[in-house]
Nanobody
Framework: QVQLVESGGGLVQAGGSLSLRCVAS????????MGWFRQAPGKEREFVGA????????YYAESVEGRFTISRDNAKNTVYLQMNNLKLEDTAVYYC???????????????WGQGTQVTVSS
């Protein structure tokens, strides 16, 4: 069964760091792009960034550029989201997802993880 499983969420103070992990299983994902999205209460799901499995090219939303870093470990079928200098507005449920291209539109992603909660406190 093909699936994505996120982990690593939690509670962190503003200015702190947190690292999320997304493990892909079931088949190889080498031709895909893995995206990170987040959704805060009462808000739409928002693109955070993406990475291509094969060459590792990354894409970021302006709101996280310079603070968040996406990487992958092909051998472990794992994608990471390193979040530094976290802000209160980064509080959300974070999801990883699979797509054929680094789309910003969540509708272009066909496989999603269950999400992991990130809460940033003051």
């Amino acid at each position: 069964q093909v699936q994505l499983v996120e982990s690593g969420g939690g509670l962190v103070q503003a200015g702190g760091s947190l690292s999320l992990r997304c493990v892909a299983s079931g088949r190889t994902f080498s031709t895909y792009v893995m995206g990170w999205f987040r959704q805060a209460p009462g808000k739409e799901r928002e693109f955070v960034g993406a990475i291509s499995w094969n060459v590792g090219r990354t894409y970021y939303a302006e709101s996280v550029e310079g603070r968040f870093t996406i990487s992958r470990d092909n051998a472990k079928n794992t994608v990471y989201l390193q979040m530094n200098n976290l802000k209160l507005e980064d509080t959300a449920v974070y999801y990883c997802a699979r797509s054929a291209r680094p789309y910003i539109d969540s509708g272009e992603y066909d496989l999603w993880g269950q999400g992991t909660q990130v809460t940033v406190s003051s």
